[in-house]
């Protein structure tokens, strides 16, 4: 007996190929105009299309996105210097460039008006000069032989024409702690922060370890549940195995005998064959 061709899935997918390329050329061939319209191209199949007629094919060009450009001031002049707005767009600041100095010339700048100021100079004297004879810019400290810690010294300087006393060298120190009082205070307030911390850290763990054992509990029971109702499933798992390991013999079986019966009658179509039906 002669062998029945079939077509496999390749041959079909050979086919599909070859078929679209043959139709995407004679297509091709049947283009006749082609026509833009703003960013539309149309391409038509007649040679003078008229308004009513519709294009085969119809393609949009993408449109030039120019919202990132920045677009020419208007009333600008030349030579100023360009500022961003809140808006992101640039205006006339209607300063001049050359206007603006650099960064260096300004440190130079004051550099030399400091370097051109007068000076306090500081003096320490034990008699102080009559005002007539005190100079200008001279903070005189004048030493109180009396005086014990920091406090040894009234700073006068020449104001008009007097010597004004404008400072000592006292400190109030009334509104401070002593030393002894600031550590007494720190280890008050520390041992007040470890019993605090210490109860704290009791309660939580009483209760921390009051609610493990109520989830304990409560999962455990869970489980129990659940494994209850996994033994059934497996049970009848079990079940439906042994009746599918007789299904598959039985199954296994039938294709036997149908191979038996199918032999080597079929044969696949060659690629020759089918590129032969479109030329090729």
């Not at 086919?15 to 038509?44: R, W």
């Not at 050359?98 to 960064?103: E, S, V």
């Not at 059934?232 to 299904?247: C, F, L, M, P, W």
Request: charged share 25%.
């Amino acid at each position: 007996m002669a062998a029945t061709k079939i077509a496999t899935l390749a041959n079909l997918q050979l086919y599909d190929n070859l078929l679209k390329e043959y139709m995407s050329a004679q297509d091709a061939l049947s283009l006749k105009t082609v026509t833009i319209s703003g960013n539309t191209l149309k391409f038509y199949k007649v040679t003078e299309p008229v308004g009513s007629t519709e294009p085969a094919y119809v393609i949009e060009l993408p449109e030039s996105d120019l919202s990132g450009y920045v677009k020419k001031l208007v009333n600008a002049i030349e030579g100023n210097v360009l500022v961003a707005t809140a808006d992101g767009s640039m205006k006339d600041s209607g300063t001049k460039l050359t206007d603006l100095a650099k960064k260096t010339e300004v440190t130079t700048q004051i550099a030399e008006a400091i370097s051109k100021a007068g000076h306090m100079q500081k003096e320490v004297v034990t008699v102080l000069p009559e005002a007539s004879a005190a100079k200008e810019n001279v903070l005189y400290l004048y030493k109180k032989e009396s005086a014990t810690g920091s406090d040894k010294y009234e700073i006068y300087t020449k104001i008009g024409d007097e010597l004004v006393m404008i400072d000592d060298t006292s400190v109030d120190l009334s509104g401070y702690m002593s030393t002894e009082q600031v550590k007494s205070a720190i280890a008050t307030a520390k041992q007040e922060a470890i019993n605090a911390a210490s109860a704290d850290a009791t309660k939580k763990a009483n209760q921390a370890l009051t609610d493990a054992k109520a989830y304990t509990d409560g999962e455990i029971g869970k489980v129990n549940t659940a494994v209850e109702t996994l033994t059934g499933r497996v049970t009848a798992n079990e079940k439906n195995i042994a009746t599918n390991t007789t299904n598959i013999k039985s199954n296994t079986d039938k294709i036997t005998a149908l191979q038996g019966l199918v032999g080597d009658g079929f044969t696949a179509i060659t690629d020759a064959e089918i590129k032969a039906l479109f030329g090729k």
